[in-house]
């Protein structure tokens, strides 16, 4: 290799922990305590305990594969964030990013690790929700109280995984804005719905309000056959609601002293 | 080996770090002494690329930090033992940064060993272990990548006496390999027996640093004793001299006697005794050079009517 001119001297031998490597860290690091244990269970839970909701409150014809899946993920899609924003901000209440950061000190490739990280788990409740889905089916079947279709809408197992990717990376980034868990948390919860509630509310803003409304815009994912406006809403609301967070979050970290 | 040139840090008007230089040798162990809040840890996060110094520079094995490819594996940093995740069992806190840094499985077995929790310890979670094991585990995960840099900060905090003599056998031993080694600690006992080098921080600022004998060949301590003790503190404030209060009513007197007797001769005190300040060693030196963090109220006041005495520190 040649040398590179203008940059300090690096020492590159051992050679970095390539990403996958910290991608199975941040993923381990996500299962290896109780307290991250039962998070992860708990969000099992919530997939599992929608399919009775499904069984005894939805119509016979419209249990179908496709609603048990929806009605899995659910709350999946709801504690996904939460995931995301503590595998950052346990970094800082727990000081682990003391260790972290001394052991790979670029820190946007833990930041690329905890994003893919929470990709996985996203997938993974993913499939975790057509495991459950099919249950759900067939004991809705052999109880006689399911008639709806068993194959789902093509659409709707990559529609369920962008959304679970977007929700949790938007967990991670709110995570990085805030650097503080109960902050990011509530302010998770609380921003989109605010705009939500403010959009109906003031007459001027109820047409921006369906282009940044991530709770309008990402509902569709789910939809089958999204449009290109719907698509063009949903890009707008993530700029606002997940890159914008990002960006800043990532730049805070970068730049926060670590102690 | 360590380099550390000119780092300075500030936070808006408050300098925390104020242009630091030293340089630790491999083979060597340097002690990084100061009371606390002297700019240690500040210092040594600077050192490791955790917070960007306002200026100055400093490299570990040649290159700055952050340039480390796998960081891990070149130097072992403990910067605090309580900084650990409390739901962790000891061994999959190693375990975890033996998978990171590429170290090896079997690393994290060999260091609970080396460290001594093996056993029940390294099942337990981080949250229920004392200090003293938190600073075992500490230095295990300093270790686990196998460096031949060590950093810490005050990693006798919380040992007992045998866990320090340990400590101290294993880094001895670790620098006699050829590694380096930067220890930092607010007391000077814990690091005088291992350290062969050693950089006193005050106020930020190095105050003195060498070996012990340069240190103790250095600028003499005088002991000195006065018919009127405040009169002579008045000349020798007068004079730009530094001293501390002996509790016997003595004063210990940085420099040699010749300017403190000149000092007391110009203001006409009468003095009872004079000679060289012995007996102390280090923790003597120690004391004087970081002396003002830990000066009682009215020897400070004595030290604002003489604006001269800081300047005699540097």
């Not at chain 1, 067939?138 to 194959?151: E, N």
């Not at chain 1, 609601?241 to 800043?248: D, E, I, R, S, T």
């Not at chain 2, 290159?63 to 490819?69: L, Y």
């Not at chain 2, 009513?249 to 006409?268: D, M, N, Q, T």
Request: proline share 6%; net charge positive.
């Amino acid at each position: 290799m040649t040398a590179v001119h203008d940059r300090p001297a690096a020492l590159l031998e051992p050679a970095r922990p390539p990403l996958a490597r910290l991608v199975a860290v941040e993923l381990r690091k996500m299962v290896d305590t109780r307290a991250g244990r039962w998070m992860l269970v708990l969000i099992g839970l919530t997939a599992v305990a929608m399919v009775p909701v499904v069984l005894f409150a939805e119509d016979k014809d419209e249990q179908s594969l496709g609603s048990f899946f929806i009605g899995s993920q659910t709350g999946v899609n709801l504690l996904l964030p939460v995931l995301g924003i503590l595998s950052v901000t346990s970094e800082w209440s727990q000081r682990t990013a003391l260790a972290t950061f001394t052991l790979v000190p670029e820190r946007g490739r833990v930041l690329a690790a905890k994003l893919l990280g929470g990709a996985c788990l996203a997938a993974g409740f993913a499939a975790v929700g057509v495991v459950v889905a099919f249950l759900g089916r067939v004991t809705g079947a052999t109880l006689g109280r399911s008639g709806g279709s068993w194959s789902p809408p093509p659409q709707l197992l990559g529609g369920t995984l962008l959304y679970g990717f977007v929700v949790v990376a938007m967990g991670v980034a709110y995570g990085m804005l805030f650097m503080n868990s109960p902050l990011a948390i509530v302010l998770y919860f609380l921003l989109p719905t605010l705009w939500s509630t403010l959009g109906p509310m003031v007459e001027k803003l109820e047409g921006p309000a369906g282009w940044f409304d991530t709770n309008k815009t990402l509902a569709t994912l789910m939809d089958p056959g999204v449009t290109l406006n719907e698509w063009a809403r949903i890009a707008t609301s993530l700029a606002v609601w997940l890159v914008l967070p990002l960006v800043f979050g990532a730049m805070r970290l970068a730049r926060r002293e670590v102690k | 080996m360590i380099n550390v040139e000119h780092l300075t840090k500030r936070y808006g008007d408050v300098a925390a770090v104020e242009d630091v230089s030293f340089h630790c040798a491999p083979g060597t162990v340097t002690g990084f002494l100061g009371p606390n809040g002297a700019g240690k840890s500040t210092t040594m996060r600077m050192i490791c690329g955790l917070t960007p110094p306002t200026s100055g520079s400093a490299t570990v094995k040649g290159v700055p930090f952050r340039r480390i490819a796998n960081p891990g594996r070149h130097a072992g940093i403990l910067l605090d033992a309580a900084a650990q995740h409390p739901g962790r069992t000891g061994r999959e806190t190693l375990a975890l940064t033996a998978q990171l840094t590429g170290a090896g499985r079997q690393r994290a077995g060999e260091l609970l060993e080396l460290v001594g929790l093996a056993g029940r310890p390294a099942r337990r979670r981080v949250g229920g272990y004392s200090l003293g094991m938190r600073q075992r585990l500490g230095l295990a995960q300093a270790l686990v990548g196998d460096p031949s840099v060590l950093i810490l900060d005050e990693p006798a905090n919380g040992l007992d006496p045998e866990g320090i003599f340990w400590m101290r056998g294993l880094l001895r031993d670790f620098a006699d390999r050829g590694g380096t080694v930067l220890l930092s600690s607010h007391l000077l006992h814990e690091v005088e027996a291992v350290a062969d080098r050693f950089v006193v921080i005050a106020n930020g600022r190095v105050a003195a640093q060498g070996t012990k004998g340069e240190l103790l060949a250095a600028p003499d301590g005088t002991r000195v004793r006065a018919l009127d003790r405040a009169a002579l503190e008045a000349a020798l404030a007068s004079a730009g001299l530094r001293w501390r209060r002996e509790s016997d009513g003595e004063l210990v007197v940085r420099g040699g006697a010749e300017p403190v007797g000149r000092a007391a001769a110009a203001a006409g005190v009468v003095l009872l005794e004079l000679g060289r300040a012995g007996g102390g060693g280090l923790e003597e030196l120690f004391l004087t050079l970081t002396g003002a963090a830990s000066a009682p109220p009215d020897r400070t006041a004595a030290g604002a009517m003489a604006p001269g005495r800081e300047g005699a520190l540097r």
